[in-house]
């Protein structure tokens, strides 16, 4: 991935975390708090959602939704726009930074995973690269994209797809590498 940043360079270990003590509290505080205040609201408390979203300095534009037992792991990282919706399950793994455009869905049990390791390094360090959903873009049911992918506006990724590759605006594209299969 071009476009990748390791977390904690000189990460001499693979045992050793990339991240300080105060990251890994702030993080333990942000999953307590969602479980006890949010993972049980049903969906008219969405802005009850949001507002936590927003305590922990997501970036939340207009009023997208974000289901109850959506799985977000760093709030700060994420950045959803106006309409855009985080379904059931769905699972940002936002170590790295997520953004959600505008009224673009990302169906039940997708996984974002902003995250990988260099491998080509014996520590294996933590790397991050962002991910990008374009503005009316839908992600279907369990489909997996990788850290770097920008999935363009308008875009459908048909369920359960891998997606490893940037994906151009106006397209349908599925599989396992996800590929272009026409324009939409």
Same mark, same amino acid.
């Given at each position: 991935?071009?476009?990748?940043?390791?977390?904690?360079?000189?990460?001499?270990?693979?045992? &050793?975390?990339?991240?300080?003590?105060?990251?890994?509290?702030?993080?333990?505080?942000?999953?307590?708090?969602?479980?006890?205040?949010?993972?049980?609201?049903?969906?008219?408390?969405?802005?009850?959602?949001?507002?936590?979203?927003?305590?922990?300095?997501?970036?939340?534009?207009?009023?997208?939704?974000?289901?109850?037992?959506?799985?977000?792991?760093?709030?700060?990282?994420?950045?959803?726009?106006?309409?855009?919706?985080?379904?059931?399950?769905?699972?940002?793994?936002?170590?790295? &930074?997520?953004?959600?455009?505008?009224?673009?869905?990302?169906?039940?049990?997708?996984?974002?995973? =902003?995250?990988?390791?260099?491998?080509?390094?014996?520590?294996?360090?933590?790397?991050?690269?962002?991910?990008?959903?374009?503005?009316?873009?839908?992600?279907?049911?369990?489909?997996?994209?990788?850290?770097?992918?920008?999935?363009?506006?308008?875009?459908?990724?048909?369920?359960?797809?891998?997606? =490893? &590759?940037?994906?151009?605006?106006?397209?349908?594209?599925?599989?396992?590498?996800?590929?272009?299969?026409?324009?939409?």
């Amino acid at each position: 991935m071009p476009n990748e940043q390791v977390v904690k360079p000189g990460q001499t270990s693979a045992f &050793e975390s990339p991240w300080s003590n105060g990251q890994r509290a702030l993080r333990v505080l942000w999953g307590f708090c969602w479980f006890v205040f949010c993972q049980w609201t049903p969906k008219p408390f969405n802005p009850w959602r949001l507002f936590w979203l927003r305590v922990f300095e997501a970036k939340i534009e207009g009023t997208p939704f974000v289901h109850s037992r959506a799985r977000i792991a760093i709030p700060w990282n994420l950045t959803l726009r106006d309409r855009a919706c985080l379904g059931d399950r769905a699972n940002a793994y936002s170590l790295g &930074e997520i953004e959600v455009g505008e009224r673009a869905t990302v169906a039940q049990e997708v996984y974002l995973s =902003t995250a990988s390791h260099d491998f080509s390094q014996a520590s294996m360090p933590l790397t991050v690269a962002k991910i990008t959903v374009g503005a009316d873009a839908f992600i279907g049911a369990r489909a997996f994209v990788l850290p770097g992918v920008t999935i363009g506006e308008r875009s459908v990724i048909g369920a359960c797809s891998v997606v =490893t &590759e940037n994906v151009p605006s106006d397209v349908f594209a599925a599989g396992n590498p996800c590929r272009v299969l026409r324009p939409r």
